[in-house]
């Protein structure tokens, strides 16, 4: 059963990308793989070699393999409760959506570029924002040509969407 927010509705912590899931199951099966084994490995012959308690090898070793299985149990149940949202799927392509990379205009006129994508996977240095980011929230069901209001902690900002697309 996933977690639902308000009205029954999915969370929206809940909506990933495909390339999003994919990176998390990356990661996932990394950490599985290649990271844990390694560190198994060096904790058993650390503890092999007599008192743990000033073993640094050792300690070290059994911190990163709780950071490692709490990074595995995270990544497992995001992907678990994960809703798929392909933007290649899209029916509705003249509003803004989960998925859109939407180009507009600030008060500056300053062109912004900006994907909607997942909590997990939004990352500002590829100009990817979070679905319940302000700007996103703010943009979301907009068309080209309308002007919405984002509100800032420098008050009201105005933007005027310019394009809307869904990339691949």
Same mark, same amino acid.
């Given at each position: 059963?996933? $977690?639902? #927010?308000?009205? #029954?509705?999915? !969370?929206?912590?809940?909506?990933?990308?495909?390339?999003?899931? /994919?990176?998390?199951?990356?990661?996932? %099966?990394?950490?599985? =793989?290649? &990271?844990?084994?390694?560190?198994?490995?060096?904790?058993?012959? /650390?503890?092999? %070699?007599?008192?743990?308690?000033? %073993?640094?090898?050792?300690?070290?070793?059994?911190?990163?393999?709780?950071?490692?299985?709490?990074?595995?149990?995270? *990544?497992?149940?995001? *992907?678990? %409760?994960?809703?798929?949202?392909?933007?290649? &799927? =899209?029916?509705?392509?003249?509003?803004?959506?989960?998925?859109?990379?939407?180009?507009? *205009?600030?008060?500056?006129?300053?062109?912004?570029? +900006?994907?909607?994508?997942?909590?997990?996977?939004?990352?500002?240095?590829?100009?990817?924002?979070?679905?319940?980011? $302000? +700007? /996103?929230? /703010?943009?979301?069901?907009?068309? +080209? #040509?309308?002007?919405?209001?984002? =509100?800032? $902690?420098? #008050? !009201?900002?105005? *933007?005027?969407?310019?394009?809307?697309?869904?990339?691949?």
């Amino acid at each position: 059963m996933s $977690p639902v #927010g308000e009205q #029954g509705k999915p !969370a929206l912590s809940l909506y990933l990308s495909p390339r999003g899931a /994919a990176r998390m199951r990356d990661e996932l %099966n990394a950490l599985l =793989q290649i &990271e844990r084994p390694r560190i198994v490995e060096i904790v058993s012959w /650390a503890a092999g %070699n007599g008192d743990r308690s000033e %073993n640094g090898d050792y300690i070290y070793g059994k911190r990163r393999l709780r950071e490692i299985d709490r990074r595995i149990r995270f *990544l497992t149940r995001r *992907l678990d %409760n994960a809703i798929i949202v392909d933007p290649r &799927e =899209q029916s509705v392509r003249d509003r803004v959506f989960f998925g859109a990379r939407v180009r507009y *205009l600030d008060e500056d006129d300053t062109l912004h570029t +900006v994907t909607i994508c997942g909590c997990d996977e939004a990352d500002l240095s590829r100009q990817e924002i979070s679905l319940v980011s $302000p +700007v /996103a929230r /703010a943009l979301m069901r907009a068309r +080209v #040509g309308d002007e919405v209001s984002l =509100q800032s $902690p420098r #008050g !009201a900002v105005t *933007l005027e969407i310019r394009s809307i697309d869904y990339p691949d």
